[in-house]
C-alpha cells in the first residue's frame, strides 16, 4: 500500500513540475509538487524503497529552494542522505555537503557543521581520509563563524581521524586550535588536557623537540602552568631525559593527568615509550624546569 500510495504521489509531483499547455501551466508548480514529493518520500522510506525515497526527498530539497526555503531545503537533503545509506550509495558525502550548503545559506552554521560531522561519521570506515576531511571541514566551519567553542565534540572526532591516520603533525594542530577555543571560552580544564594531549602525541610520534617546544609555549599561558597536566609533562620529559624506557612507563602510570585525556589520546600514552629513547633524550638536552613549585621553597621569614 505504501509503495503505490507513493507512486500515486510522486506522479502526480512529476506532473505539475512539467509545463503543460493544457493545464494552463506555463512553469513548475513547486508550491504544490513539493509537499506531494514529500509525502511520496515517506511511503517510499515506509515501504523500504530507500532508492526511490532519496530521489524524491531530493526533489521536494529542490522544491523548498525554488521557493526561497533554504532550511527546509537542507532538511531534505539530509534525508536524501539517510536514504543513500539505507541503499549503499556512493554520493552520501555529496549529499551531506549539499545539506551543508543549504543550511549556511540559511544562516545555521552548526547545523551545517554538523551535517558535515554526521557524513564524517558514514565514512569513517569507509574512506577513513574523506571522513578526516569532513571532520576538519566542520570545525573550520564553526571557526569561521566565530563558533568554535561549540566544536568540542567536532574537535576530538577530527584529532582522533588525524591520530587513525598517524597524521600527527595535523592532530597537534587541530589540539593547539581547541585549546585556542577553550580559551577564549574560559574551559580550563580542556585547554589543559588539550596542551598535554599534544606533548603526548609528539612523544608518540617520536619527536621530542617538538613536544618540547609546544610544552615551552604552552608554560606561557598561566591556567595551564599551575595546573597537574604541566607537572605531569616536566615529569615525562624527566624520564625522558632519563633515556630509560621503564622511567617513561612508570612516569605514565604516576600521574593521573594522563589518563583523564580524551581516549583515542589516553591510548596512545599507554604506549610510550616509543622509539629510541636515548636519542630522544639527546635531543632534549639538559632543559631547565618550567615548572615553578610553590610548596618546596623554603620559608625564610
Known amino acids: 500500500m505504501a509503495l503505490s500510495d507513493g507512486n500515486a504521489d510522486y506522479e502526480k509531483a512529476e506532473k505539475l513540475c512539467k509545463p503543460s499547455v493544457l493545464s494552463m501551466r506555463l512553469k513548475a508548480d513547486w508550491e504544490t509538487a513539493t509537499p506531494l514529493y514529500e509525502r511520496a518520500a515517506a511511503s517510499y522510506r515506509l515501504s523500504k524503497s530507500y532508492g526511490k525515497a532519496r530521489d524524491a526527498f531530493e526533489k521536494a530539497a529542490t522544491g523548498h529552494h525554488r521557493q526561497g526555503s533554504p532550511w527546509h531545503s537542507a532538511k531534505n537533503l539530509e534525508k536524501a542522505a539517510d536514504m543513500a545509506k539505507e541503499s549503499g550509495g556512493m554520493d552520501v558525502e555529496v549529499l551531506y555537503r549539499d ?37 576538519m571541514d566542520a570545525v573550520e566551519t564553526l571557526e569561521d563563524d566565530g563558533k568554535e567553542g561549540l566544536a568540542g565534540d567536532l ?12 597524521k600527527y603533525a595535523e592532530a597537534v594542530g587541530l589540539l593547539l586550535r581547541f585549546a585556542l577555543a577553550c580559551q ?8 589543559c588536557k588539550a596542551y598535554l594531549g599534544a606533548v603526548v602525541v609528539w612523544l608518540f610520534a617520536e619527536n621530542a623537540s617538538e613536544a618540547w617546544a609546544v610544552y615551552q609555549d604552552a608554560m606561557g599561558v598561566d591556567t595551564f602552568a599551575s595546573s597537574d597536566g604541566a607537572f605531569a609533562a616536566e615529569a615525562l620529559f624527566d624520564a625522558y631525559r632519563s633515556g630509560d624506557n621503564e622511567e617513561v612507563r612508570k612516569c605514565i602510570q604516576t600521574h593521573s593527568a594522563f589518563m583523564e585525556l580524551d581516549n583515542q589520546i589516553v591510548r ?31 620559608d625564610l621569614t
Not at 184 to 191: I, M
Not at 273 to 285: E, F, H, I
Not at 290 to 297: A, F, G, I, M
Open 99 to 135: 545539506a551543508a550548503r543549504a543550511y549556511l545559506e540559511a544562516g545555521r552554521t552548526q547545523a551545517a557543521a554538523e551535517a558535515l560531522a554526521r557524513a564524517a561519521r558514514h565514512l569513517e570506515g569507509l574512506d577513513p581520509m574523506a571522513s578526516s576531511q569532513l571532520y
Open 155 to 166: 574537535f576530538r572526532q577530527a584529532i582522533g581521524g588525524q591520530i587513525r591516520m598517524a
Open 184 to 191: 577564549s571560552l574560559q574551559l580550563n580544564s580542556s585547554q
Open 268 to 298: 596512545l600514552a599507554k604506549k610510550l615509550p616509543q622509539g629510541d629513547v636515548r636519542q630522544m633524550a639527546a635531543s632534549l638536552g639538559s632543559q631547565p624546569s618550567l615548572v615553578v613549585d610553590d610548596h618546596d621553597e623554603e
